[in-house]
């Protein structure tokens, strides 16, 4: 089996795979090498027909705080070639999450912030712990939820999306579930049973089915296509360029104030 730097990853006898982010010391934020390890794993575990079911889950204190701030930092230092690769690679993580045909169910704990809430919206299935907070916090930093935001809405609706999409407020399990983000939130001593639900109709039903099904599932919601993607990344790079990111990345690396807060 591959060894991931920034993964965690075991595949039971069942055929059920379990990934988790392992960057607890840095809540789990996506830097470069975790978007390759993630696109890895969607391109091949995600790929195999011998895999039922993938289970995302995040070690440590929370699930995921986003993007690695670091490295957005850089994004905002170099070119443009280079930030529109970068966006792309983030972009192309989703995308391979949420295109592959395996079911990917999240296991959500802690905190999903910014592209935390992009990745539990292309699981096909999240479950949370009760308590677990969320917020799409790009805004706060003079940034915007760009290349998670087609699969936000798509799961939102473009309304529910609204309600949170700009303000970086954070809320609550039970908002989170009211806008589909997680399917149901339990308490922590009833995860593993809630995941195991999950997982369980995965094993007595045909795979290639399933991913059949969950390719028609695709097509006939909301699309999400190359057109779409596309802009999502220019608009990722076009906001890195910007004044409000360098400013609002560097206040929040100097735990100082941005200057339009409060």
């Known amino acids: 089996m591959t060894q991931y730097e920034t993964l965690d990853v075991n595949i039971d006898a069942r055929g059920v795979a379990s990934i988790a982010m392992n960057r607890p010391d840095k809540r789990n934020a996506l830097s470069a090498q975790m978007m390759n390890d993630l696109t890895h794993v969607a391109n091949s575990i ?17 699930f995921c705080a986003g993007g690695d701030l670091n490295w957005m930092k850089e994004q905002i230092a170099a070119d443009r070639d280079t930030r529109i690769a970068e966006a792309s690679r983030l972009s192309g993580m989703l995308n391979a999450l949420n295109t592959m045909p395996t079911p990917l169910i999240g296991r959500l704990h802690g905190a999903a912030l910014g592209g935390g809430v992009g990745m539990a919206c292309v699981c096909d299935v999240a479950i949370a712990e009760t308590g677990t907070k969320f917020g799409l916090t790009e805004t706060r930093l003079g940034l915007v939820p760009a290349t998670i935001g087609p699969y936000v809405v798509a799961r939102m609706g473009e309304g529910p999306a609204r309600r949170v999409f700009m303000s ?8 989170a579930q009211a806008l589909g983000i997680v399917a149901k939130h339990v308490d922590r001593s009833k995860m593993d049973d809630a995941i195991e639900a999950e997982i369980e109709p995965y094993l007595n039903v045909a795979p290639g089915a399933v991913g059949t099904a969950k390719a028609l599932a695709r097509s006939l919601g909301p ?9 999502s990344i220019a608009q990722l790079a076009d906001t890195w360029e910007g004044e409000e990111a360098s400013h609002g990345l560097e206040a929040f690396l100097s735990k100082t104030k941005p200057r339009w807060s409060t």
């Open 168 to 175: 970086s407020r954070i809320f609550e399990t039970e908002e």
């Open 46 to 62: 995600g790929t195999s027909p011998q895999t039922r079911a993938i289970v995302l889950s995040g070690k440590g204190d929370i």
């Open 223 to 231: 699309t999400i296509d190359p057109k779409e993607i596309e802009h």
